[in-house]
Nanobody, 120 residues
Framework: QVQLVESGGGLVQPGGSLRLSCAAS????????MGWYRQPPGKQRELVAQ???????NYADSVKGRFTISKDNVENTVYLQMNSLKPEDTAVYYC??????????????WGQGTQVTVSE
């Protein structure tokens, strides 16, 4: 069973930056697409960013140009660098690892979530 442990959340002022980290219990980056999702208060979970095993990235329109997802295949850690933070970025952020099969089925693994609050 894959375990994902997140860190780096906290309180930051608008315009500030945070870097989230997600450490995987094993080397899964070769077989899983890694991503960050978030759930703002009172809203549904939404995709923030993804990075594949070939380093292809995908971002939500709301974070393009501000957030950067990256990973360290040696340390088995995925990062989310968040710059120019806005109050609407406030949410619980979840690390995700997903392996999709030819059939369309997939395995999904989630971190415990880390709170990011953007406020004065």
């Amino acid at each position: 069973q894959v375990q994902l442990v997140e860190s780096g959340g906290g309180l930051v002022q608008p315009g500030g930056s945070l870097r989230l980290s997600c450490a995987a219990s094993g080397d899964i980056f070769r077989t899983h697409t890694m991503g960050w999702y978030r759930q703002p208060p009172g809203k549904q979970r939404e995709l923030v960013a993804q990075i594949t095993n070939t380093d292809t990235t995908n971002y939500a329109d709301s974070v393009k140009g501000r957030f950067t997802i990256s990973k360290d295949n040696v340390e088995n850690t995925v990062y989310l660098q968040m710059n120019s933070l806005k109050p609407e970025d406030t949410a619980v952020y979840y690390c995700n690892g997903r392996r999709t099969y030819i059939s369309g089925a997939y395995d999904d693994f989630w971190g415990q979530g880390t709170q990011v609050t953007v406020s004065e």
